[in-house]
């Protein structure tokens, strides 16, 4: 079974800095790009980051680029979202997600996620 | 860029068909086939329910259906059960590797 579960949330002060993991198994992770997605509380989703399987390809949302960055640990089936310079408007839930494919080419990896973490909490407020 | 264009609720009795629109523009929904619908249960995870447009994932009911027309993009739920409500999002591919959502609608089970 595919499981993801994210950790590293919780209470940041704006400016702050946090790191997102999220735990993959179940399918072979080095095969697939990994994506995050938030969802402020009561508000609907947003998109934030995508990365190829390899590593090698990253994108972003307009609203994190230059703050977030998205990495991953092959190795240790670990996805990771880096947050810095938070902000209040950054408060959400955040998923990561599992792409169809291990490549960004074309949009491919931003078809469609399945499945989805749990999801993680991130506050930020003073 | 906006978020794609969801109506805020919709609701139906059970066994009737409820059908919700997700619009955007020739940019994202219009431009790619690159459209899924994602149901969330409160305090629950998204679950993928429909992919590039009208397929299906394996376990999800065929009482769950996608089209697209322009840029409108469409779920229909036929035969409602109490378990189908929920919030429902779309999303679109729209292109320069960006993904857009809807906003969401809350689907009510009379």
């Known amino acids: 079974e595919v499981q993801l579960l994210e950790s590293g949330g919780g209470l940041v002060q704006p400016g702050g800095s946090l790191r997102l993991s999220c735990a993959a198994s179940g399918f072979t992770f080095s095969n697939y790009a990994m994506t995050w997605v938030r969802q402020a509380p009561g508000k609907g989703l947003e998109w934030v980051s995508v990365m190829s399987a390899s590593g090698g390809s990253t994108y972003y949302a307009d609203s994190v680029k230059g703050r977030f960055t998205i990495s991953r640990d092959n190795s240790k089936n670990t996805l990771y979202l880096q947050m810095n310079s938070l902000r209040a408007e950054d408060t959400a839930v955040y998923y990561c997600?599992?792409?169809?494919?291990?490549?960004?080419?074309?949009?491919?990896?931003?078809?469609?996620?399945?499945?989805w973490g749990q999801g993680i909490l991130v506050t930020v407020s003073s | 860029q906006s978020a794609l264009t969801q109506p805020p609720s919709a609701s139906g009795s059970p066994g009737q068909s409820v059908t919700i629109s997700c619009t955007g523009t020739?940019?994202?929904?219009?431009?790619?086939?690159?459209v899924s619908w994602y149901q969330q249960h409160p305090g629950k995870a998204p679950k993928l329910i429909i992919y590039?447009?009208?397929k299906r994932p394996s376990g999800v009911p065929d009482r769950f259906s996608g089209s697209k027309s322009g840029n409108t993009a469409s779920l229909t739920v036929s035969g409602l059960q109490a378990e189908d409500e929920a919030d429902y999002f779309c999303?679109?591919?729209?292109?320069?590797?960006?993904?857009?959502f809807g906003g969401g609608t809350k689907l009510t089970v009379l």
């Open positions: 020739s940019s994202d929904v219009g431009g790619y086939n690159y």
């Open positions: 999303s679109s591919y729209a292109g320069s590797n960006n993904l857009l």
């Open positions: 997600a599992k792409a169809p494919g291990g490549y960004c080419s074309g949009g491919s990896c931003l078809n469609w996620f399945d499945p």
């Open positions: 590039e447009v009208t």
